[in-house]
């Protein structure tokens, strides 16, 4: 099992920047793929952006699609959410999670996610 750590969020103004981290540990693997995901107070979690155990492949939400990036350091076995861009919208809880993902088949899928951080508030002020 892996555990999962995030650490970055804050409060920034519109239009600025924050990277998120996750730090994988426990049972760490490079044959997990990582997403983030985020949630508003009275919305649903929203499913943001994902990379692939090796790094090549990556999915975005249209919401944040040209502003946000997720890489992956496999060797310090950490996840990152570069945002930049920033809106007041963007204001939620974000959430790293992790799905054991060796053939490349759940990555991709929200509902595949079964390993999650404890989240870090991002707030954006107008």
């Known amino acids: 099992q892996v555990q999962l750590v995030e650490s970055g969020g804050g409060l920034v103004q519109a239009g600025g920047s924050l990277r998120l981290s996750c730090a994988a540990s426990g049972r760490t693997s490079s044959t997990y793929a990582m997403g983030w995901f985020r949630q508003a107070p009275g919305k649903e979690r929203e499913f943001v952006t994902a990379?692939?155990?090796?790094?090549?492949?990556?999915y975005y939400a249209d919401s944040i699609k040209g502003r946000f990036t997720i890489s992956r350091d496999s060797a310090k076995n950490t996840v990152y959410l570069q945002m930049n861009s920033l809106k007041p919208e963007d204001t939620a809880v974000y959430y790293c999670?992790?799905?054991?993902?060796?053939?490349?088949?759940?990555?991709?899928?929200?509902?595949?996610?079964?390993?999650w951080g404890q989240g870090t508030q991002v707030t954006v002020s107008s």
């Open positions: 990379i692939n155990w090796s790094g090549r492949s990556t």
């Open positions: 999670a992790a799905v054991y993902d060796p053939y490349g088949s759940r990555w991709h899928s929200r509902a595949e996610y079964d390993t």
